[in-house]
């Protein structure tokens, strides 16, 4: 009676096993977004090329390793029902096979056949996406990692930013491709915007590249997918992928020196005579440091911080105030400015459009 109660125990578990997957897949699938979402991270839902043969990929793997399962499964289930304890059988071993070629030729022919499979499929796709030619007329960015933000750098526009890296829709018409080139300032990142393309890594001394051509406008997000220290987990991402016309003006903005603005020249000498002009760039300023992100069109930026909080005078205040407050073990040091300096130079920093 025992060894049918755990027969029975097996089965019923292996039952709610698979159910629990089947439920899950398709709870899973369900909830996708259909392309209403430009705000989600679902490989799933790709919007450029790279994203899309990722995913096709991903799906082909999936349906094949899917039938295996069910395979094993269905085999597992036979053999514990087939060969399952009987009370008649007063603890006799069933017969015994001790050897069959056609088994051996298949359980080894089967397994070689779809890794062959997998690896081309996989490899077709790996040489399209690494290997793809840049065309004429393509954007051209280095992306740089730092700890713990993101610099991105126009080289032919003459723009550097951070943070929030806008690119222009690729209308199949006239495609219009983004490359990054990916570079480390320090440690190992990793860029990663799903819906975009596929992870690719930033090593010191070892550029690397990806591309893009977003095929609908949106904000995508993304993640650095590497732990590169204690801020690793915000190290966002935020791809604006513009139409050509808003592309165009972002450019022209982006090109432009910083906003004079005689209402706060108080803020500016604040800012000027500390060591925030050591660390970060304002164009026209005397202020061109390289450690941090450059300021310059610092409130045409949806977030602060690599995307840790909302640019909003408030979170701006505590950033300069007290980084450790927004993002623990933030290299930015603490100002430790009187509140009036404070407040004059967070007035300053909201004209910086």
């Given at each position: 009676m025992s060894m049918l109660k755990m027969k029975s125990s097996t089965l019923r578990f292996l039952a709610q096993t698979m159910l629990l997957l089947?439920?899950?897949?398709?709870?899973?699938?369900?909830s996708e977004p259909k392309g209403s979402s430009p705000h989600g991270t679902n490989i799933f839902a790709p919007a450029s090329t790279p994203a899309k043969s990722i995913?096709?990929?991903s799906v082909f793997v999936l349906v094949i390793t899917g039938i295996i399962f069910v395979v094993v499964f269905a085999l597992l289930v036979y053999s514990v029902v087939k060969f399952r304890g009987r009370a008649m059988d007063a603890g006799r071993e069933p017969v015994q096979v001790y050897g069959s070629t056609q088994i051996e030729l298949a359980w080894t022919i089967i397994p070689i056949l779809i890794v062959v499979v997998l690896f081309l499929?996989?490899?077709?796709?790996i040489h399209a996406i690494q290997d793809a030619p840049e065309p004429a007329g393509a954007v051209d960015v280095a992306v740089i990692g730092h700890q713990y933000w993101w610099e991105f750098r126009y080289p032919e526009l003459g723009i550097?930013?951070?943070?929030?890296?806008?690119?222009?829709?690729?209308?199949?018409?006239h495609p219009t491709p983004t490359f990054l080139q990916l570079l480390s300032a320090d440690t190992d990142h990793s860029f990663w915007v799903p819906e975009l393309a596929?992870?690719?890594?930033?090593?010191?001394?070892?550029?690397?590249?990806m591309w893009v051509d977003p095929q609908r406008t949106g904000v995508f997000l993304g993640q650095c997918a590497q732990y590169c220290g204690v801020q690793h987990a915000k190290m966002l991402i935020r791809v604006s992928v513009d139409g050509p016309e808003d592309f165009a003006a972002w450019v022209r903005t982006q090109q432009k020196p910083a906003l004079e603005d005689p209402g706060v020249a108080a803020g500016r000498r604040v800012f000027?005579?500390?060591?925030?002009?050591?660390?970060?760039?304002?164009?026209?300023?005397?202020?061109?440091?390289?450690f941090g992100p450059d300021l310059t069109h610092l409130m045409?930026?949806?977030t602060i911080a690599a995307g840790a909080a909302q640019n909003t005078r408030q979170n701006l205040r505590l950033w300069v105030q007290n980084p450790s407050a927004i993002k623990p073990g933030s290299l930015m040091p603490a100002m430790k400015l009187s509140d009036a300096d404070l407040d004059a130079v967070v007035s300053y920093m909201e004209t910086l459009r």
């Open positions: 089947f439920w899950s897949a398709m709870a899973g699938w369900a995913a096709d990929l499929a996989t490899a077709r796709v550097a930013t951070a943070n929030e890296l806008h690119i222009p829709v690729s209308d199949p018409s596929g992870k690719t890594d930033l090593i010191p001394n070892h550029p690397n590249r000027e005579s500390n060591a925030c002009m050591n660390c970060h760039t304002v164009a026209g300023t005397p202020a061109d440091g390289r045409s930026r949806a």
